[in-house]
């Protein structure tokens, strides 16, 4: 579906993407992890067309690269600032892009997507007006109008509540079970943990490691921590296998509690790109 092929891209000294490789296949939900500076935003840009890499090359459909208009079309993008006209309606919003895209019939196009982001009912308030989760699902729509194939989503659910989170994420799901294939990024490990097929971790513009999540626990996240408490006092011991352990911790007797906690994908991202706070 796309193919990144040793990326690279420049900003005057500094490298944001460096020798990055990605293959994102048909019908999935890849989470694309880094911390911040790690070059997941230029890596989007390339992407999307809106940047040409200096070198590597980039390939949608097996139709070229997205810096052609033509192949650029498969691609819907909600980034992370919100883009909609604040004085427009959400069905005006809507129309008006739906129209930019050459949609046929750009009016039934937006009360299709109203609908499937369950804003119909405010189809004829502004958008000034809406909380920053009916925002983001307006947002989310608005990458739709033209039915692309591949959808990129950048922080879709930074800063809305809970219940929009949710939401968001049933929505996200429905459109991969659709056939949209879907680039997903995300500072929220539970969330990619829960939604994405495969998630790729990129650093200092390259890309670390790929895969599943049990994958990348399993070959990234270490050992598990058996914490056992006897006679008021814990002691802890890393095991490989953690039920094995606790059956071994138990048998010896004594013991007045038990805690296990085991690697996850928060333990492989901070493995992999390290603990150290970066601004």
């Known amino acids: 579906m796309l193919s990144l092929r040793d990326i690279r891209r420049k900003f005057g000294q500094t490298t944001a993407v460096d020798g990055l490789s990605l293959e994102v296949r ?25 940047l040409a890499p200096d070198s590597g090359s980039v390939d949608l459909l097996g139709l070229g690269a997205p810096t052609d208009p033509a192949v650029r079309a498969h691609l819907g993008l909600a980034p992370q600032e919100i883009t909609l006209y604040a004085e427009l309606t959400a069905r005006e919003n809507l ?7 050459g949609v046929a019939q ?8 109203l609908a499937l982001v369950e804003l119909d009912s405010r189809a004829r308030d502004r ?8 925002k983001r699902r307006l ?38 079970r659709g056939g949209k ?3 997903y990024t995300t500072h929220y490990m539970e969330e990619a943990a829960k939604l994405c097929d495969r998630v790729a971790i990129v ?14 626990v399993a070959r990234h996240g270490g050992r598990s921590a058996v914490t056992v408490e006897r006679d008021g006092a814990e002691s802890t011991v890393l095991a490989d296998d ?11 007797g004594g013991v007045t509690g038990v805690r296990v906690e085991r690697p996850d994908l928060e333990t492989v991202f901070l493995a992999l790109t390290g603990r150290s706070l970066r601004e």
């Open 139 to 176: 947002n989310l729509a608005a990458a739709l109008v033209h039915d692309p194939k591949l959808v990129l989503l950048d922080e879709p659910t930074a800063g809305v509540d809970p219940q929009s989170r949710n939401r968001i994420l049933e929505l996200v799901r429905d459109l991969a």
């Open 203 to 216: 650093d200092h513009g390259r890309l670390l490691d790929c895969g599943t999540v049990g994958e990348l």
């Open 95 to 101: 129309v008006f892009l739906a129209r930019l895209h």
């Open 106 to 113: 750009p009016a039934r196009r937006a009360d299709e997507l």
């Open 26 to 50: 048909a019908g999935e939900i890849l989470g694309l992890l880094g911390p911040n500076g790690a070059g997941k935003s230029t890596t989007i840009a390339i992407t999307t067309g809106l």
């Open 181 to 183: 294939t879907i680039v």
């Open 242 to 252: 953690p039920v094995a352990e606790v059956s071994r911790q138990l048998a010896s």
């Open 127 to 134: 958008v000034g007006a809406f909380s920053g989760g009916m």
